[in-house]
């Protein structure tokens, strides 16, 4: 396909660079940008940098503190709030997908049941989520459910379950079923073969799982859009009204609040690295 | 300690009949082979014997006592999977601790007997390894000291040598029979290889298709096939099987095998009763690869074939010839010296050979 093996090389070497310079700009944009004092922000001053002239905590005063030295416009809404939100919400929904999610996707992936449950569960994604979100609202709203912590987590919960649930059915299906025969032979009821045998078998899956479905519930914008109004608005929210009437769009307070963002799920991806890693190797099946 | 009896046992999935109204017993303490190709319906005999499978009719006795509604873990056997089925997120400790924590027995107790089944199964230095680093070999008696531990008075074994290389699939043959002597458990095997079952088991089931088609001790199922599929899955190379015509000749029965030549039974008096017991003139002649004759010379009575492959298979040497459009196989001893080519005369063995039904393939005149 190549001429020969250096062209190769480097035509594989520039795409891998290409990927990884597309990846990390906004990154690294955007680290940048949350220590740029308000000048920085943008080219206003008719010129842009890659790194702040004059480095400053400003931007992480002012979302925390609501003011600070060079802004003139007072926050009257700090961050502490929708962080504290973010985070109940995003662990609570997530708990939610991945009990049921992998309690469910055990059940079909070993007692054949649920006929067509399993596609069914799909229909909440097969709409545009904007379609299926204004019912939401609206049933949301009748219940007394908008703007509350528990409102938000249970969408969070039923929006993500199809992740959890298809994904722990392919992990599930891989556990050879003689294991579980097994250790039911040996005296085990039902439930402690699932618990003691079959779940830490796919330990490494569901940790998986967790992050993945914890990332989507994170980085959510549109449910908490339209389902909190003030108490229990969420960081991608609270981060849209960093705006001003006179100051235009705050970058660098977006900026420094999205550093804060990145944080749970990097700790929680690095916690769970080994998992991530080691991927699935069931050396059950010796063929 | 158990006997295990099977009463007109079947099981149905959808409309396949895996298992067709099985009869066998079991006696206590003995070793038996359920052997049969794959899809026989063996392993599904096994799995309905742990509880694993619910029968679709016909009931399973221990001792007397019907099982039918015990679960799996409240029967006492133990089960050895063809996969190992070993836990392979826990250590080999572990693994062999597994059945004496879910009884709850004392950590002292758990201690000791998994040191003894270690020792036993020379895996005292692998306690601590983590199974899922184990090799194939380690594996297995892993699985076979996991399920022995718990000294089950029924061990149930589905193929599990079939994965081992061969020398070591020697080896565990002989462990096993020692494992069983020292246990002395019913132990019930499931295999495709007639060789272990010929050497393993006390009696061994012969099953095709979901059906029983013998079940006697290695020397009756070897000697006395009670029909073709069973004469010709036992034995490697397997028996020589040739579709014939009963037929006089100058009024002495004989069987005429076309073109090939004719068979007089005059001098085999075992074969001649055999023969009179025949209900239709179509048969199936049957004789042992090993004890079939080779001449050359043309004086002999005997039955035409040419030589087209010689065979050297270490200790014997096996010769297929072409015996009119039918490949028969003869073991003779080691460094025999034939060509191929060779046109011969093939001399059955008196006394030895076996007669079946062209239709029903049944044996006739067993006793």
């Known amino acids: 396909m190549f001429g020969s093996r250096p062209v190769y090389n480097s035509v594989r070497y520039l795409l891998i660079l290409l990927a990884v310079v597309i990846v990390l700009i906004p990154t690294v944009w955007m680290g940048t940008m949350a220590f740029k004092p308000f000048p920085e922000w943008t080219t206003a001053t008719g010129e842009l940098s890659w790194l702040p002239k004059n480095p400053t905590w400003g931007n992480f005063e002012y979302i925390f503190t609501g003011q600070t030295a060079d802004l003139l416009v007072t926050l009257d809404r700090t961050a502490e709030r929708p962080i504290l939100a973010s985070l109940i919400t995003a662990v609570l ?17 070993r007692f054949r049941v649920g006929n067509n449950l399993p596609l069914s569960v799909l229909q909440l994604r097969l709409f545009p989520p904007l379609a299926v979100m204004i019912p939401v609202m609206i049933m949301w709203s009748f219940l007394g ?18 992740f959890a649930f298809w994904l722990m059915k392919t992990f599930f299906d891989e556990v050879p079923v003689e ?22 078998m796919v330990k490494a899956a569901l940790a998986s799982t967790c992050l993945f479905v914890f990332i989507l519930n994170w980085s959510d914008y549109l449910i908490a859009l339209l389902l909190t109004r003030k108490d229990w608005v969420t960081i991608p929210v609270y981060m849209n009204s960093l705006a001003s009437a006179m100051g235009g769009q705050m970058y660098g307070c977006k900026a420094a609040l999205g550093l804060i963002a990145a944080i749970p799920p990097v700790v929680f991806g690095i916690a769970i690295q080994k998992y991530l890693v080691r991927g699935l190797t069931f050396g059950a099946l010796k063929q | 300690m158990a006997s295990i009896r099977l009463s007109s046992l079947s099981k149905r999935f959808g409309q396949v009949t895996a298992v067709d109204r099985l009869e066998l017993l079991i006696p206590d ?25 619910r029968p679709t009719e016909g009931r399973i006795l221990f001792d007397d006592r019907d099982i039918q509604n015990l679960p799996p873990s409240r029967r006492d056997v133990g089960f050895v999977f063809q996969n190992y089925a070993i836990f392979t997120h826990m250590t080999v400790y572990e693994n062999l601790a597994f059945g004496l924590r879910v ?5 002292t107790e758990i201690d000791r007997r998994v040191r003894e089944m270690a020792s036993l199964m020379r895996l005292d230095n692998r306690l601590d390894w983590l199974s899922a680093k184990l090799s194939v070999n380690e594996l297995q008696k892993v699985a076979i000291g996991r399920s022995a531990i718990t000294e089950p008075a029924i061990f149930l074994l589905d193929e599990p040598l079939s994965n081992l290389d061969a020398a070591f699939r020697a080896f565990m043959r002989t462990e096993l029979k020692h494992l069983q002597h020292q246990f002395q458990q019913t132990m019930v095997y499931v295999t495709h290889d007639q060789i272990e079952a010929m050497s393993l088991a006390d009696r061994i089931a012969v099953m095709n298709l979901g059906v029983l088609q013998q079940y006697g001790s290695p020397a009756e199922v070897y000697n006395q096939p009670r029909n073709t599929f069973v004469a010709n899955f036992m034995g490697s190379p397997s028996m020589n099987l040739l579709p014939c015509s009963a037929v006089e000749n100058n009024g002495v029965p004989a069987l005429s095998f076309g073109e090939v030549g004719m068979l007089s039974l005059a001098q ?36 035409a074939a040419t030589v087209t492959f010689v065979e050297p298979i270490g200790p014997r040497t096996v010769v297929h010839l072409d015996m009119g459009g039918k490949t028969i196989k003869i073991a003779k001893e080691k460094r025999f010296p034939i060509g191929i080519g060779s046109r011969v ?9 076996h007669l079946f039904d062209a239709e029903s393939g049944a044996a006739l005149g067993l006793e």
């Open chain 2, 268 to 303: 085999d008096d075992a074969l001649l009763r055999r023969f009179r017991t025949a209900q239709a003139p179509s048969l199936v002649f049957g004789a042992r690869p090993e004890d079939m004759e080779i001449t050359t010379s043309d004086n002999d009575a005997g039955l």
């Open chain 1, 145 to 162: 459910m908008v703007d509350t912590w528990w409102g938000l987590s249970l969408i969070y919960g039923i929006v993500t379950l199809p």
């Open chain 2, 29 to 53: 303490k003995e070793f038996v082979a359920l052997l049969g190709p794959s899809g026989c319906g063996k392993t599904t005999t096994m799995n309905m014997i742990a509880g694993i499978e």
């Open chain 1, 93 to 109: 929904g997530t708990a939610i997908a991945v009990i049921v999610g992998t309690l469910g996707a055990y059940a079909v992936s």
């Open chain 1, 179 to 200: 294991i579980e025969e097994a250790a039911l032979v040996e005296g085990c009821s039902r439930f402690r073969v699932f618990w003691k045998v079959t779940l830490p």
């Open chain 2, 345 to 353: 005369n093939v001399v059955p063995p008196r006394g030895k050979c």
């Open chain 2, 103 to 107: 009884r709850k027995l004392p950590r």
